[in-house]
């Protein structure tokens, strides 16, 4: 079981940038595809974006697209979320998560933004966007 740690959340106001990252352990990162979820407080999970394990596919949820840029370094078991041009409405946890398969050779968006299809979830990391 692979452990997942997030990092680089904060307050930042409305029009900033925050980039996330989520290191990995204990497991084969480069052979996992990798997403990025948030949860608001009273809603439900929501998906943001998801990556390949070779990083050459991403998927990102309307809300997000032109504004976030998912990215991964396989050689340092490292997930990246590069979110630009932060809204108020952007807060929430921020979580990684990890692929149950391994080796997968198929993806779609559909498939990947669902949470089942991962396995192992980081604790989150906070972002909060001031007005």
């Known amino acids: 079981q692979a452990q997942l740690v997030e990092s680089g959340g904060g307050l930042v106001q409305a029009g900033g940038s925050l980039r996330l990252s989520c290191a990995t352990s204990g497991g084969t990162f480069s052979s996992h595809g990798m997403g990025w979820f948030r949860q608001a407080p009273g809603l439900e999970r929501e998906f943001v974006a998801a990556i390949s394990r070779s990083g050459n596919i991403t998927y990102y949820e309307d809300f997000v697209k032109g504004r976030f840029t998912i990215s991964r370094d396989n050689a340092k078991n490292t997930l990246y979320l590069q979110m630009n041009s932060l809204q108020p409405e952007d807060t929430a946890v921020y979580y990684c998560?990890?692929?149950?398969?391994?080796?997968?050779?198929?993806?779609?968006?559909?498939?990947?933004?669902?949470?089942?299809?991962?396995?192992?979830w980081g604790q989150g990391t906070q972002v909060t966007v001031s007005k």
């Open positions: 998560a990890q692929d149950r398969r391994m080796s997968r050779t198929y993806y779609s968006r559909r498939f990947m933004s669902q949470p089942e299809t991962y396995a192992d």
